[in-house]
């Protein structure tokens, strides 16, 4: 069954380092998004990209976050500058098209430090 | 924006007995309600969804209904078992993002 990854699983990372979260979407999905999830609490969500643009972003989503669709098939989020609180479980998701199942990956555990 | 409130944050049943989680959410504009489970460590995976044209779905033991006047949708798990320990989250679609909600950790108690 397909499904969606994410690399690496955990990332721990220096305080004002930059990351990059990466994912390979379902192959035939067209809506690709980012959540997080910081340890207890509930899926935040991040940003949504459609037709190789953001299509809808939340507050969370401010200069410091950026996506990117490279080369067709990986979905990235690259995070500059980490701050402390950035320490979350990241989720990236696809769907084929509205209304229909997210399917989520296994999350990167990012730890700043 | 989309808004979701979700109640309660805990539950606890008896093996054996019903489940109910219920939702809320503010736009009215929204047409696409997924209900997650997500186990400990592990991603939110669909259980079940409805469409603002359908008031009630089933799937063996899961049933999803949703009151558009009204704004809220509630989650029923029957018959409960301990595998269905697990939180859930309800979700409502607004444009192209899912908003969630705060989640409902359910203990199926022996």
């Known amino acids: 069954e397909p499904e969606v990854t994410q690399t690496p699983s955990h990332q721990v990372t220096q305080m004002g380092q930059e990351v990059i979260l990466r994912c390979v979407p379902i192959s035939n999905h067209l809506y690709f998004y980012w959540y997080r999830q910081i340890l207890g609490q509930k899926v935040e969500f991040l940003v949504s990209f459609y037709n190789n643009e953001i299509s809808e972003k939340s507050e969370i989503f401010d200069d410091q976050f950026s996506v990117e669709r490279p080369d067709g098939s990986n979905f990235t989020l690259k995070i500059r500058s980490t701050k402390l609180e950035d320490s979350a479980m990241y989720f990236c998701a696809s769907s084929g098209g509205r209304e229909t199942e997210a399917f989520f990956g296994q999350g990167t555990r990012l730890t700043v430090v | 924006g989309e808004n979701v409130e979700q109640h309660p944050s805990t539950l606890s049943v008896q093996e054996g007995d019903s489940a109910v989680i219920k939702c809320t959410y503010s736009?009215?504009?929204?047409?696409?309600f997924p209900w997650y489970k997500q186990e400990l460590g592990k991603r939110p995976q669909l259980i079940i969804d409805i469409r603002s044209n359908v008031g009630e779905k089933k799937d063996q033991r899961i049933a999803v209904t949703l009151n558009k006047t009204a704004k809220h949708f509630s989650l029923h798990i029957t018959e409960t078992q301990p595998e269905d320990s697990a939180v859930y989250f309800c979700a409502g679609e607004q444009g192209d993002k899912i908003i969630f909600g705060k989640g409902t950790r359910l203990h199926i108690l022996p």
């Open positions: 736009d009215s504009a929204s047409n696409y």
